[in-house]
């Protein structure tokens, strides 16, 4: 599970990785704080018009919402559950199956996630410490994930929203030690750098060949205390 992260809107360092870029607003893609379900967040996804540029950049809310979702409190409801996704069944599941057959494919931007390790938890009044994972390296990286765009029928407002593909990690080194004894451990599916172009290309069948962990080596591990979120806007248009 991954419910809380650090965006990464560095257009440069995408650029270099797909080549050409289209870029909103740079106003709409100020340095952001930690982002929650709800919020919104950079993400890069596959162009389908004309022009240059395979890939854009976009903000839509974290916490997926189906295009079938039928009013505003279905969206809501279904959107607290759909911030990561089952890469096992991704494809078959309703919230995501389409978004899945349709290569909706994105790539989410972070300079690191956190999670709960549960390792000091006796000595901490049984309750779990947020650690921060990010790259060895030091580098900003991406998580593979789906996006869907919704129309509220009673306002015609239309937001685009994704979620995070995750992938077993109960052997993992590093993701095996966080979340609660007895839970089976998961991690968000880190691209590799010098993949984002065939992510986003890769057919639905080829998007199951991506679903794996990342190497425990390309990933460090820290205690980092809970900061308080910053109001960031949410309900953007995905377009």
């Not at 919104?40 to 240059?52: D, K, Y």
């Not at 999670?115 to 410490?129: L, M, Q, S, V």
Request: proline share 9%; glycine share 6%; charged share 20%.
């Amino acid at each position: 599970m991954c419910t809380n992260y650090v965006p990464s809107a560095k257009a440069a360092y995408l650029e270099a990785r797909l080549g050409a870029l289209v870029v909103p607003d740079t106003a709409a893609l100020s340095p952001l704080a930690e982002v929650f379900p709800g919020y919104s967040a950079p993400v890069v996804l596959r162009r389908t018009g004309s022009g240059e540029g395979l890939a854009a950049l976009r903000l839509a809310q974290f916490g997926l919402v189906p295009h079938w979702c039928r009013d505003a409190a279905q969206a809501r409801d279904i959107s607290r559950k759909t911030y990561n996704a089952r890469s096992e069944t991704a494809a078959s599941k309703p919230s995501y199956r389409s978004a899945w057959a349709a290569r909706q494919w994105v790539l989410v931007p972070m300079q690191c996630f956190f999670e709960p390790c549960w390792e000091d938890a006796a000595a901490n009044a049984g309750r779990p410490t947020r650690w921060r994972i990010a790259r060895a390296d030091g580098q900003p990286f991406a998580v593979a994930g789906l996006w869907d765009r919704w129309t509220d029928p009673a306002t015609d407002h239309v937001l685009g929203s994704f979620t995070l593909l995750t992938v077993n990690a109960d052997d993992h080194a590093v993701m095996g030690r966080m979340h609660r004894p007895g839970e089976e451990k998961r991690m968000p599916v880190v691209v590799p750098p010098t993949r984002y172009a065939d992510w986003l290309q890769a057919s639905p069948q080829q998007g199951l060949e991506w679903m794996r962990a990342a190497p425990a080596a390309e990933l460090v591990a820290e205690a980092a205390p809970l900061g308080k979120p910053s109001a960031l806007a949410a309900n953007l248009p995905l377009f």
